[in-house]
């Protein structure tokens, strides 16, 4: 089966329709989970040619902010420019190849090289080289700045984060993510995603350091089959019968839930947003947007979790709440957004046992990817499709430039 064939049905569940033909689909073989040259293939092919996540707008709240970001081995560097724009750019001197930044923090109006402090502006062209000229001489014939600016990634912003294109060749960003903001649009209002406003306080982030490839995790989040045996507290306030498969062809999979209790334990109610459809406040959705970002939309909180893998067989997951008006960010609403805070580190830290035992089981040649169950798995099914038929893409535009 494709993704665009339509599937059969054998059944009508609460998790949506069955699809017997999944099973026989191939899935991603051991060597895209244990193998570390398969993962630096991955990153210039299949991560390279779409959207990865790589950062949160929070990270560069202001202008001057910069942020260094290792993706899958290349030294990357997020800046909010003067007039506010974020950009990406290789982090490193176009001189002699020194790391430009290594901790985040603020660069002022320029960034400067550690090694002979040469200072590029926010937008990357070269400003000032000092004594390139001998001692106190600035500049010098036939060096000319203009032509040794950083470095660009593509990159845009959308839902609080930064994403980077590193072909430079996918489409737009809002174009590539129409589908999804389309369906959370007409759920969470017209303007959602411009209104999110991020969480900087202590119960705004938390990171685990998962020892599995990041597709484990991209996978655990697609579906809700583990739920009563991993999260049985999840379980009682949102439980698997309430479920149901999610694909938003052709970027992203996962499930929903029509039970998330909005007020459990709150006694005053955070904002919810302004837009939320009324008939369906307990409606949660979750979200795998291929292939890094975990996504998490409730009625009165949101939040995305990027998957940065370290290596092949480890992952950084960075998770950032946010919310729906300033509001929510009050002393007012500060224990409720601790209260939500502790849920949910709680429901991700017992998905690590799960990611980790699976990158465990990996490093058998008795098992072979595995099979699809008919219901319950259709949405990874749908994340191994989809990168099934981009590395296979990437392969067959790789073979076509080399033979012209
Ligand atoms: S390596 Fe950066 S200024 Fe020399
Ligand atoms: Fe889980």
Not at 228 to 246: E, K, R, W
Not at 257 to 285: I, M, N, Q, S, V
Not at 346 to 370: N, T
Request: aromatic share 8%.
């Amino acid at each position: 089966m494709t993704t665009s064939d339509p599937p059969t049905p054998i059944a009508i569940s609460p998790h949506g329709v069955a699809d017997p033909n999944i099973s026989r689909d191939p899935a991603l073989p051991n060597a895209a989970y244990v193998d570390a040259t398969e993962w630096q293939h991955e990153r210039d092919t299949v991560m390279a040619n779409t959207w990865a996540g790589l950062g949160f707008s929070a990270d560069i709240a202001s202008a001057g902010a910069v942020c260094p970001v290792n993706f899958m081995g290349l030294p990357l560097l997020m800046v909010r420019d003067q007039n506010g724009c974020a950009r990406v750019f290789h982090n490193v001197c176009r001189h002699r190849g020194m790391q430009l930044v290594a901790e985040a923090g603020e660069a002022g109006l320029m960034v400067r090289c550690p090694y002979h402090k040469w200072g590029y502006d926010l937008t990357g062209q070269l400003r000032v080289t000092p004594n390139v000229g001998g001692m106190g001489v600035h500049e010098i014939a036939g060096f000319n700045c203009a032509d040794h600016a950083l470095t660009a990634v593509r990159s845009e912003e959308a839902l609080g984060m930064v994403f980077i294109n590193l072909s430079g060749e996918a489409p737009p960003l809002d174009e590539h993510l129409a589908p999804l903001l389309q369906r959370w649009r007409a759920l969470a209002g017209e303007s959602f995603d411009r209104d999110l406003q991020a969480d900087t306080s202590e119960f705004g982030a938390m990171t685990l350091e998962v020892k599995c490839n990041f597709k484990l995790a991209v996978e655990n989040y697609c579906e809700s089959y583990h739920l009563p045996f991993v999260h049985p507290d999840l379980n009682t306030y949102s439980p698997l019968d309430a479920h149901y498969n999610l694909i938003v062809d052709p970027l992203a999979s996962g499930q929903g839930t029509r039970t998330y209790d909005l007020t459990r334990g709150a006694e005053d109610p955070l904002p919810a947003f302004a837009g939320w459809d009324g008939d369906r406040l307990k409606t949660a959705e979750y979200l795998s947007l291929y292939p890094n970002v975990l996504l998490g939309i409730q009625a009165d909180h949101f939040f995305a979790i990027l998957l940065i893998p370290e290596a092949h067989n480890l992952t950084r997951e960075r998770l950032q709440f946010m919310y729906a008006s300033d509001a929510a960010l009050t002393e007012q609403h500060r224990s409720r957004r601790q209260s939500l805070h502790e849920a949910w580190n709680l429901v991700f830290s017992e998905d690590v046992s799960v990611v980790e035992g699976m990158q465990q089981g990996r490093a058998s040649p008795a098992f072979d990817g595995g099979l699809f169950t008919p219901l319950m798995d259709v949405p990874t099914h749908h994340f191994h499709q989809w990168f099934i038929k981009a590395s296979l893409g990437q392969a067959a535009s790789l073979q076509q430039k080399q033979s012209s």
